[in-house]
């Protein structure tokens, strides 16, 4: 089991809540945030090993909070995953994201996806078992 940190950067506080859920009960810590701006100086302060943020946030939108974090030298093994409702997949990767996920989304798959970075960059051994997850087959939904 793993106590990296990761921050969820995300307006809408259920979905904040769940994802807070989803990663505690998979063996992860999280702080959240619920806007970019906030997000940006937790990065600087907490140095998490992930970051989930959606795209549309007051203050500091998920694509520019990407961008930020990929210019400090110290988020250089950051796991990134960013999420949307729209299709912005492309832009959320190009803000250098490692992985974009649409909106609903599967926490399942959410946990796979940051587990998969982290491992490609030796934060978490690679014969991590699976955790068990209360909320595996739930969906996020947008209000």
């Given amino acids: 089991m793993t106590t990296d940190l990761i921050l969820v950067a995300e307006d809408d506080s259920d979905i904040r809540d769940l994802l807070t859920v989803t990663l505690e009960s998979a063996g992860f810590r999280a702080v959240t945030a619920k806007d970019g701006h906030t997000a940006a100086r937790i990065l600087e302060v907490a140095r998490p090993a992930g970051l989930i943020?959606?795209?549309r946030m007051?203050?500091?939108?998920?694509l520019e909070l990407c961008r930020?974090?990929?210019?400090?030298?110290?988020n250089r093994d950051l796991a990134i995953v960013v999420m949307s409702a729209g299709d912005h997949g492309d832009a959320g990767l190009s803000a250098g994201a490692d992985r974009y996920l649409p909106k609903p989304?599967?926490?399942?798959?959410?946990?796979?996806?940051l587990r998969e970075i982290l491992t490609e960059r030796g934060r978490i051994p690679a014969e991590l078992p699976d955790a068990p997850s209360r909320l595996s087959n739930q969906e996020v939904d947008r209000k």
């Fill in 68 to 74: 930020r974090a990929r210019l400090d030298p110290a």
């Fill in 53 to 55: 943020t959606d795209i």
């Fill in 58 to 62: 007051p203050a500091v939108n998920g």
């Fill in 105 to 113: 989304l599967s926490p399942r798959r959410l946990v796979a996806e």
